[in-house]
């Protein structure tokens, strides 16, 4: 008897969990829509960019002694030859004149490791002479992109810092990888570099084989075991699922390479899982890809 009982019980249970998943599966789902559209895409390649100066040469101590004077503070300007400090010999075996530092070249005194009254022995750094005029810039390329870009390719130098982004060219690519690094080193030029500082971080960034194709979020995208599908919506609001071959393009995008037409609706987001063939309701404010 409690046999049947159970049996019974066990019945009623499956029966009422297969009416409730067929009632849910007969629910529509809402969803929103994209038409697919051709845009121009390109790939974006971006690297650190090290600001430097195209000009610059370091001041040496030449004997040892004490710094006597400091004629050009940081800041300063200092012609080439012009006297930068003097050096007297400590020694008092030694009475020779205070040695005159000169400036091996024109610029700016950027930066100074020594005051009055400091020691100093052969061949230390003394301080650092910059024409800020004259901007460097470099960037490492990875092997890779070493066949995209090239000299007279042209991209953007943007700052974080500043905000300011211009046209950056290069102008010099080495030939040689870096076994360390797996990178060529490669020189730009802006053409109003007074509107950078020497030292400030930058970022260039290169746009390359401009494209017309198809851009899609990724939550448009349906993953089954290695294949990616999309979900399309036809006419009768149906949804039918289409294989399709992507490629990443963004933390947030894909592009589609194969498997879709201009003009299709696809879902890009809805209330609820959707089984292939359902019968969906497209809501408004869809958005369309851009």
């Not at 249970?13 to 067929?22: A, D, K, P």
């Not at 080495?174 to 030292?199: V, Y």
């Not at 947030?252 to 359902?278: H, M, N, P, W, Y």
Request: charged letters at 25%.
């Amino acid at each position: 008897m409690k046999n049947v009982l159970f049996a019974c019980c066990w019945i009623v249970l499956v029966f009422r969990t297969s009416v409730l998943l067929s009632n849910e599966a007969s629910k529509i789902k809402s969803v929103f829509v994209t038409d697919i559209k051709k845009t121009e895409l390109f790939d974006v390649y971006s690297y650190p960019a090290k600001l430097t100066s195209e000009k610059q040469s370091y001041i040496l101590a030449q004997n040892q002694g004490r710094v006597e004077k400091i004629f050009k503070k940081i800041g300063e300007p200092v012609a080439k030859d012009e006297i930068v400090l003097t050096i007297k010999h400590d020694d008092p075996a030694f009475d020779y004149r205070p040695q005159k530092i000169i400036s091996p070249i024109g610029g700016v005194v950027a930066a100074s490791t020594v005051e009055e009254g400091s020691k100093v022995s052969v061949g230390d750094k003394l301080g650092l002479i910059i024409d800020p005029s004259k901007i460097k810039i470099t960037v490492e390329i990875t092997l890779k992109d070493i066949n995209v870009i090239k000299v007279g390719t042209v991209g953007k130098l943007s700052s974080p810092d500043t905000g300011l982004e211009v046209d950056a060219v290069v102008t010099h690519l080495s030939p040689m990888i870096d076994p360390l690094t797996g990178t060529a080193a490669a020189q730009l030029k802006i053409d109003r570099p007074e509107n950078f500082k020497i030292g400030t971080v930058g970022v260039v960034t290169f746009k390359a084989n401009a494209r017309s194709g198809f851009e899609l979020p990724k939550d448009a995208i349906v993953y089954l075991g290695k294949k990616t599908f999309i979900r399309h919506v036809d006419k009768k609001n149906i949804i039918n699922r289409v294989e399709v071959e992507i490629k990443p393009r963004s933390s947030s995008a894909v592009e589609v390479i194969k498997g879709v037409t201009e003009g299709q609706r696809v879902v890009i987001k809805s209330s609820g899982f959707l089984q292939d063939g359902a019968v969906v309701k497209i809501e408004e404010g869809q958005k369309e890809v851009k």
